[in-house]
């Protein structure tokens, strides 16, 4: 796989100090999944972590702390069972291409989530909300489909899972991590070979552009409460 | 104590580091084994510091396989020794005051390295990277228990995969080199670049909360970090 657009190195930073939200890790989880060279950029990051980790002044540690921690060693080797045995459905979605990071929200393949109509050639299945308000979506392109002209209140990060979409600056296939910040106006067209499928974390509801789409706004509203 | 003030309390000098961490038991055993490794060499000054570093991390690694294979209590003292007061230091870093959440996260960080001992791989990576990215999954999994921060994400599976797979024998000869480099090159760094890493790494906190706390534009706290991470030769392509 050839993926083209990857997350910034201070995004990457971020994710390996676990101080980026959640939804936004999500993203970059679902990068790395698919990304070697990010996955070997992440190495790298993590000993520098490692580094400003053992310098910390060290906090003195009580003897009740080391008691408790020594009464709760088992004397026999446990194995992580989530490791060695396949959970459930694994095959559906392994075949289908879901990132595991997204596991815990699709339990068989994609057409197994609740898909909700947005337009005629898009499909939005809801997945969550980040405790900062960002908004954790899949959107669903048919092969060829457009999406309105839309800007975006905040930042919108979309991850390519499947297929491919191009927009006014390029093409973007499966692996891609794009970043369209709030004054980027943008088309997305999906690939006439193939349906699309995207992850998307949206800081804050988009806004459509378009004359005859302006009247959507309301009820994206009224959806992304 | 010489320490780095532009960083603040959360640092202090590799040199004192050996110093303070290491208990007596501890510690006697370490220069043993450093004596160990540098019989027969000319010892007019001592082990250096990077002697010790290192004579360290071979320390560490041993202990760790001894608590896989033979569940050995003793190596693991030795680790508990070594990491208990860094896995404070780290969440006491992220909310300071909490002091019973900095004895949760070692508590639960260390029955982790007694749990998954045998699952530490020593050609992907140091002890103490592999207890590091340990100590982070706690904090972040421990600070959502908590209700610090809500969210209807599960980070468990954010991370681990990712970092648990097997490594390829050239990533490891490369994994080697970098840790070097990264901790010679970062005493080079500026404070300022040293600071903001050690916000995001050890605070815990996003570019946006520095960029608020450190009352600077967003764009320098980026930039900050791209120079730090192009001065340590971290990030390759971008």
Known sequence: ?225 | MRRNCKTGELFCRNSDFNNDIIPNDHGKMLNNILELRIQGRPMADGPTPADKQKGLQLHLKKCIERVAKKRDKAAFESLFEHFAPLLRAYSFAREPGASLMADELAQVVLIKIWEKAHTYNSNKASVNTWVYTLARNSRIDLLRRNGRYTTEIDPEYLWQDLEDESADPFVSMQHKRTEKTISDAFEHLPPDQQQVIAKVYLEGKTHQESADELGLPLGTIKSRIRLALQKLQLVVRR
């Open chain 1, 1 to 225: 796989m050839l993926v083209n657009h990857h997350p910034d190195s201070e995004r990457l930073t971020a994710f390996s100090a676990g101080s980026m939200p959640l939804s936004q890790a999500l993203c970059v989880s679902a990068h790395l999944e698919m990304c070697p060279d990010c996955r070997a950029d992440l190495d790298s990051l993590n000993k520098l972590g490692s580094h400003v980790f053992n310098q910390m002044k060290p906090s003195r540690v009580s003897n009740d702390l080391k008691q408790s921690v020594f009464k709760q060693l088992n004397d026999t080797q446990t194995h992580d069972p989530v490791s060695n045995s396949p959970a459930r459905n694994e095959t559906g979605r392994v075949a289908s291409g879901v990132p595991k990071c997204l596991f815990q929200f699709i339990d068989d393949d994609y057409d197994s989530l609740d898909w909700h109509w947005v337009s005629p050639s898009i499909r939005q299945a809801n997945l969550c909300v980040d405790g900062n308000g960002a908004h954790v979506a899949l959107l669903r392109i048919k092969p060829g489909g457009k999406a309105s002209h839309h800007t975006h209140m905040g930042e919108e990060i979309t991850m390519v899972l499947k297929g491919a979409f191009s927009d006014e600056s390029g093409i973007f296939q499966q692996g891609d991590f794009v970043v369209r910040g709030s004054n980027d106006k943008h088309r997305p067209i999906a690939t006439k070979d193939s349906e699309c499928i995207c992850l998307t974390v949206l800081d804050a509801p988009i806004q459509f552009t378009g004359y005859f789409s302006r009247w959507l706004n309301p009820l994206l509203r009224r959806a992304h409460p």
